[in-house]
């Protein structure tokens, strides 16, 4: 089992629909990132999260610490929303900074 | 934000021989970067850890003398593929820490590596 499991792995939607992507983990960590890739194949970074709530524009990103479950929203989806988004989670792993992958969701809008 | 730039962004080689691969902080001092690598339709998989100034650290399985990582300012970091072939056709992708916030990384573009 991975250490970052990440639902749905694909997910179309209509334009306007709200969107959740959720991220669970199975270990202690620092920090929780969600990562959006474009087919280009750039990464940027959306959030970085280490508690409660972070929001900014459309996007919304929660983590609960205590169960270990991190989900980022997008409200009012548009067809540029469409991309492979990523969570990581930040770990100490024999005392380096290590970021750990899920394996990512691809999300299509259409219009 | 801060900017990290790669490059260049695609390259083809032929097998055998040796690509290098930049990757620059541009508006900040990055002491530490990562090297990551991507299969298609796969997640990113850290290959080593550079530091300015030391060797890089490399994650097990990936081979020192195949990748060779050099970090030799506090802006850039090369990765080289030395004696490249096929199955090194990959997405290779940097990043950077941010030096004030521990957990924060700004990744670059990325560079395509195809080799035939």
């Known amino acids: ?111 | 934000g801060a900017v990290v730039s790669q490059h260049p962004s695609r390259v083809i080689c032929k097998s055998g021989t040796s690509v290098k691969i930049e990757c620059r902080s541009l508006d900040f001092q990055a002491t530490t970067m990562f090297w990551y690598r991507q299969f298609p339709k796969q997640s990113l998989m850290l290959m080593a850890t550079s530091n300015e100034g030391s060797k890089a650290t490399y994650e097990q399985g990936v081979e020192k003398d195949k990748f060779l990582i050099n970090h030799a300012s506090l802006t850039l970091s090369t990765l080289t593929v030395t004696s490249a072939h096929p199955e090194d056709s990959s997405f290779y992708i940097c990043s950077a820490r941010n030096p004030s916030i521990f957990w924060e990384q700004y990744f670059g573009p990325g560079t395509r590596l195809t080799v035939t």
Request: aromatic fraction near 6%.
């Open chain 1, 1 to 111: 089992k991975n250490e970052v499991e990440q639902s749905p792995q694909n997910l179309t939607a209509q334009e306007g629909e709200f969107i959740t992507i959720n991220c669970s983990y199975s270990v202690g960590i620092s920090a929780l990132h969600w990562l959006q890739q474009h087919p280009g194949g750039g990464i940027v970074s959306l959030f970085m999260l280490s508690s409660g709530k972070k929001k900014h524009g459309r996007l919304i990103a929660t983590i609960n610490i205590q169960e270990k479950h991190s989900s980022l929203h997008i409200t009012a989806s548009h067809p540029r929303d469409s991309a492979v988004y990523i969570c990581a989670v930040g770990r100490i792993i024999q005392g380096a900074q290590k970021l750990v992958f899920g394996q990512g969701t691809r999300l299509t809008i259409n219009p």
